[in-house]
């Protein structure tokens, strides 16, 4: 099914006299004439938006794309009546839109939210792959082009390959156009609150509050470009951290969820059911008794057997990170129970250093030596 289309008959029924005898476009009966013949697909258009935005979800997943969410909308029928009644801009009694269903682009629509400026050209190229871009435009060079305030976001205009509208399913979406918006968190922040600006070009606003404005929107710009640096910097990082491991160099690798990880599967064995939120605990625990890299953790260990110290204590071999909290327990002894931070905490400490203490026996018991081990400030 296609866009259905007005007519030079329905152009005409649009259309009145001037008093001076001149036609004037009849905007009232052109906006009731768009409402009815959108109505009619709106539930068409609906469905399209469903499926482009499904599509969009399945092929980011397969490219493991993460981004903060996708939304997915048909475009309400008054909505559509309020834009097919705009006039031009050189000439306010006539219409922009004379055949609205044909012109306006954005009736079945998708916006996907990312969290960072690189997976926005990431979305773009999985859009240009899954669909037929008919149009694309970036409309943050068009705001700066135009010297006015607004959020950016690219926009595609789009349609369903033929191979996809050969079958049933897509069928109903052959000739129907989609629009998809592409934006940071940090844009559609700004998009949020534009509704509530009075102001939109610049060279109108008062001097003070268009100083302000472009500030806000420099400082969303310099935010974007930040984040996108910082996570960056963050993979190299872990990249680097991980070559360290490899290559025996643990003083150089500070103690982080992912290095940690890294080397407990190194030195454990993996651990599947292990979360990165209890990575990230265990790290903040070691911290706090002073540890800062994967050298003194790695000394800590040394000459303790793992598997036996927990099977000591709990008659199996633990998980991951059991295993190694007991293991640094029975080779720093008291300094364990002094540096912890349940120890610290009123409502921990009462029973947290009998328990340790009952470890500690379980282990001399066992022959396993409880050490005194704490980690030196480099």
């Avoid at 834009?83 to 006539?94: F, G, I, M, N, Q």
């Avoid at 990170?321 to 029975?330: E, F, G, K, W, Y």
Wanted: aromatic share 8%; glycine share 8%.
């Amino acid at each position: 099914m296609g866009n259905e289309s007005w007519g030079e008959g329905d152009t005409a029924a649009a259309a009145g006299v001037n008093g001076d005898g001149t036609s004037a476009f009849d905007f009232e009966t052109h906006r009731k004439n768009a409402e009815e013949s959108y109505g009619r697909m709106r539930g068409t258009y609906a469905d399209m938006a469903l499926t482009v935005g499904n599509l969009l979800e399945k092929a980011l997943s397969a490219h493991s794309i993460t981004v903060h969410s996708i939304e997915k909308r048909a475009k309400e029928v008054d909505s559509f009546g309020r834009k097919a009644v705009r006039a031009l801009e050189e000439d306010a009694e006539r219409p922009k839109y004379s055949d609205p269903m044909s012109q306006i682009t954005d009736l079945a629509g998708c916006r996907v939210i990312t969290f960072f400026l690189k997976n926005v050209e990431e979305v773009g190229q999985i859009i240009g792959a899954q669909f037929f871009v008919q149009e694309k435009a970036n409309r943050s060079a068009f705001l700066r082009g135009e010297e006015r305030l607004g959020y950016e976001s690219v926009h595609y205009i789009v349609q369903l390959k033929e191979d996809r509208l050969q079958l049933p399913e897509y069928a109903p979406f052959r000739g129907l156009c989609a629009e998809i918006q592409v934006r940071t968190i940090l844009q559609h922040a700004w998009a949020e609150i534009e509704h509530d600006i009075q102001y939109k070009s610049v060279d109108v606003l008062p001097a003070t509050i268009r100083r302000r404005f472009l500030a806000l929107a420099g400082m969303i710009e310099i935010g974007d470009r930040e984040f996108q640096a910082i996570f960056d910097s963050h993979n190299e990082l872990r990249v680097e951290a991980r070559k360290s491991i490899d290559e025996g160099r643990l003083k150089d690798v500070e103690l982080t969820p992912d290095s940690l990880q890294n080397y407990l599967d190194r030195r454990f064995g993996p651990d599947m059911r292990m979360r990165d939120i209890s990575y990230a605990w265990q790290v903040k625990t070691l911290r706090n008794m002073g540890f800062e890299n994967l050298a003194q953790l790695d000394e800590c260990l040394s000459g303790y057997d793992d598997d036996a110290v927990s099977r000591a204590l709990w008659g199996r071999r633990q998980g991951q990170l059991t295993r190694l909290d007991d293991t640094v327990m029975a080779s720093m002894g008291e300094n364990f129970i002094r540096r912890h931070h349940w120890a610290e905490d009123p409502e921990t400490a009462d029973w947290f250093e009998p328990s340790v203490r009952r470890r500690h026996d379980l282990l001399k018991a066992a022959g396993i030596p409880v050490g005194s081990y704490a980690p030196k400030s480099e």
